[in-house]
């Protein structure tokens, strides 16, 4: 598995961990899941380009 690969996982899985309708996270608004979601967005994009 290459470095960009690992990125991405980790990513889907901080994404899905901050979805505010967890228990855990109900009181941190979008804030946390739009600013990992741009992340990965941005990650997506640069492996696609083959700059990861």
Known sequence: M????????????????????????????YAPSGGLGLLLIIVVVLMLMGRL
Do not use: C, D, M, Q
């Open 2 to 29: 290459s470095l960009g690969n690992i990125l991405l996982i980790v990513l889907v899985l901080l994404l899905i961990g901050v979805i505010p309708t967890w228990h855990h996270s109900h009181s941190w608004g």
